[in-house]
């Protein structure tokens, strides 16, 4: 893992902070996705 080899961590903790930052990022940007079409729907309406 590129983004956490300077960080001394087991490979189960590595596995688990992956995760956590897959899951944190898949949360932003289903929010921002969310965000758009809301936008997009309001101004259809229009």
Excluded: F
């Amino acid at each position: 893992m590129q983004t956490l080899s300077g960080y001394q961590l087991s490979g189960e903790e590595e596995q688990r902070v992956s995760r956590a930052l897959r899951d944190a990022a898949e949360a932003k940007l289903q929010a921002q996705v969310r965000e758009a079409c809301l936008t997009r729907l309001s101004r259809m309406k229009d």
